[in-house]
């Protein structure tokens, strides 16, 4: 636990340190976004979580994720998670800390068409890899490749996410949290979002932060068979200079092999801008 | 077995797309249905405003950069940060409601239109015009 703690601890520091930037346009909180950063600059992102599970086991997750604008419209992003699983045997049992895989993605923005002083439509496309950095059951051993599109919608106050995401299984998958497990099959995530702001109800001149409620649907489907489906209300909370979003994931529907089944999730996230 | 749990997983899959879309087909078309956002009112942003710049580089003075695409407050922090590499513009302030970033151009330097214009590209919007607020001398 301590060394979560502290790993957490270093994340947010070298957030703090690596950071002299800015941050993208309003993203859910458990999808991809069709937002990129700029040039040269460096977006950084932490995210916590606590997955619940039937007969009281649990999982804890650390999330750091670095996004970096190469040109206008084409970023990488490195996203490197960190588990604490309190598991029955034969999983990674009571206290076991390890990194999670690596996951590298080249984003190229294929559209954007702004509407009005708010109103945007943006699209994009991504690739990339899990990469084996996984330890004590919490990774692979080989190096898993990915692609997908987003597309994101902001018409006044409302806002939509609608995201694809192919991942081809070369080994053994990364770890997933919601199927407490990994898997051998290939897998798609496919997620919709919508947010609508209740706060302000017009922008002005001033600098105030927005306030969003959010509700997406989250779902990972192999092609063993398993899946879930899961319906996760957040509110997001976001200044021209920090974000902070507070969210849970409920499972609305399920099948999953030989693990336990999850009941809830919480998270909460932090994004810095300097 | 695989494959049975593979054509339940797909029909499954197919039942939640579809409740999905529908969803989102109901969103889409309440969001229609409402009356024109007031931030986004592009005909009436630029009327009380002066006369289109399109010189190819801002002389001292005062300007109104009409910007769509701004859709949240860290939009700003963008927008502050890819104007402030450019030499000769000083104090952006970015009105979201309107869409309307004004700048001051103090002098000497006299920052190009196409630098301003990449600029909010590499920010992440669409700079739809400049317009004189004021220039040296006079007033609009």
């Known amino acids: 636990m301590k060394q979560l703690h502290m790993l957490a601890l270093c994340g947010f520091i070298a957030t703090a340190h690596l950071t002299g930037s800015t941050a993208t346009a309003q993203e859910m909180l458990s999808m991809p976004a069709a937002t990129s950063p700029s040039p040269n600059v460096l977006i950084p992102r932490v995210q916590a979580r606590a997955y619940f599970y039937e007969e009281r086991q649990s999982l804890l997750e650390q999330d750091l994720r670095l996004e970096y604008g190469i040109v206008r419209d084409l970023s990488i992003s490195l996203d490197l998670p960190m588990y604490e699983g309190f598991f029955e045997a034969p999983r990674a049992s009571d206290g076991d800390f390890g990194l999670g895989d690596l996951e590298a993605i080249i984003e190229l923005r294929i559209l954007r068409e702004d509407f009005g002083a708010v109103d945007t439509l943006r699209g994009a496309i991504f690739a990339g890899a899990e990469l084996p950095t996984g330890t004590n059951g919490f990774g692979s051993n080989g190096v898993d490749p990915c692609l997908g599109g987003v597309l994101t919608g902001i018409f006044g106050r409302h806002g939509f996410d609608a995201a694809a995401r192919w991942t081809f299984v070369t080994d053994e998958s990364p770890f997933l949290p919601t199927l407490a497990s990994t898997t051998s099959a290939d897998f798609a995530n496919l997620d919709l979002g919508y947010a609508f702001r209740f706060y302000p109800e017009s922008y002005g001149e001033e600098r105030v932060p927005a306030w969003y409620a959010t509700l997406e649907l989250n779902s990972l489907w192999t092609t063993s068979g398993e899946y879930d489906v899961l319906l996760s209300p957040g509110v997001l909370l976001e200044a021209p200079t920090y974000a902070v979003e507070i969210g849970l994931q409920i499972p609305i529907s399920s099948q999953v092999d030989d693990a336990p089944e999850l009941r809830i999730a919480a998270l909460i996230g932090l994004r810095l801008i300097f | ?140």
Do not use: W
Request: charged share 15%; glycine share 6%.
């Open chain 2, 1 to 140: 077995m695989p494959l049975l749990t593979s054509a339940r997983s797909v029909r499954v899959a197919a039942q939640y797309a579809a409740a999905a879309s529908c969803i989102v087909t109901a969103l889409l078309t309440a969001c229609a249905s409402q009356p024109a956002t007031r931030e986004a009112t592009p005909d009436n942003i630029t009327a009380h405003l002066g006369a289109v710049h399109s010189a190819p580089t801002l002389t001292p003075g005062h300007y109104a950069l009409v910007v769509f695409g701004m859709s949240c407050p860290k939009c700003i922090s963008n927008v502050d940060l890819q104007l402030g590499r450019i030499a000769g513009i000083v104090n952006p302030k970015v009105d979201m409601k309107h869409g309307i970033v004004t700048i001051e151009v103090p002098g000497p330097a006299e920052p190009s239109r196409d630098a301003i214009f990449r600029a909010i590209l590499d920010a992440g919007f669409t700079l739809r015009e400049i317009r004189t607020l004021s220039a040296a001398g006079r007033t609009q």
